[in-house]
């Protein structure tokens, strides 16, 4: 994420750059910027999870065509499972909420949030792998079944995961 916070970062505007030199004021810009690099983030993940979603749907669609109508539920499961993560990740409060006042952040969480919003990245790309086994098991009943259930079982993890990092956003865990 702090390539994120460097890009909004460098983005300033004039009248922020100006006012970030009054005393106090400077914080709120870095909180603000934060803010700004964590709703990039989140767009980003959901949008690449929105074309696994997608994906998903083709080969559900595919596998009616197929005639595989037994597997077609499991299939849905892992979709909504997909769809659950993707809204939840996009309906989030933005940034670190209205809480961020409340609730100070030190490094070592703010290093957990990086750690959490890192294995978004690396979840999305285990969806795609998954998905590409499914695409690569249609013709093998034996071996869909588990394929799809990978699927269902990595987008739980994604939403366990941005569960867990909201906790540490909040300073509930």
């Not at 810009?29 to 709703?39: I, L, P, S, T």
């Not at 030190?106 to 998954?130: M, P």
């Amino acid at each position: 994420m702090s390539d994120f916070f460097e890009k909004v970062s460098s983005q300033v505007d004039p009248f922020k750059k100006l006012a970030s030199f009054i005393p106090g004021f400077s914080g709120y810009v870095e909180r603000q910027n934060r803010r700004d690099a964590d709703k990039l983030l989140r767009e980003t993940v959901a949008r690449r999870f929105e074309e696994q979603w997608s994906r998903a749907s083709n080969l559900q669609v595919e596998m009616v065509s197929s005639g595989m109508l037994s597997l077609v539920d499991d299939m849905e499961k892992a979709s909504i499972a997909l769809r659950t993560f993707i809204d939840k990740i996009s309906g989030a409060s933005r940034g670190y909420s209205g809480l961020f006042d409340a609730v100070k952040i030190n490094e070592k969480e703010l290093e957990a949030i990086y750690q959490f919003d890192a294995a978004f990245f690396d979840l999305g790309d285990q969806v795609k792998t998954a998905l590409d086994n499914v695409e690569a098991s249609l013709g093998d009943e034996t071996a869909l079944p588990a394929a799809i259930r990978n699927i269902t079982t990595l987008a739980r993890l994604a939403v366990e995961t941005f569960d867990r990092r909201s906790e540490v956003v909040t300073g509930s865990r």
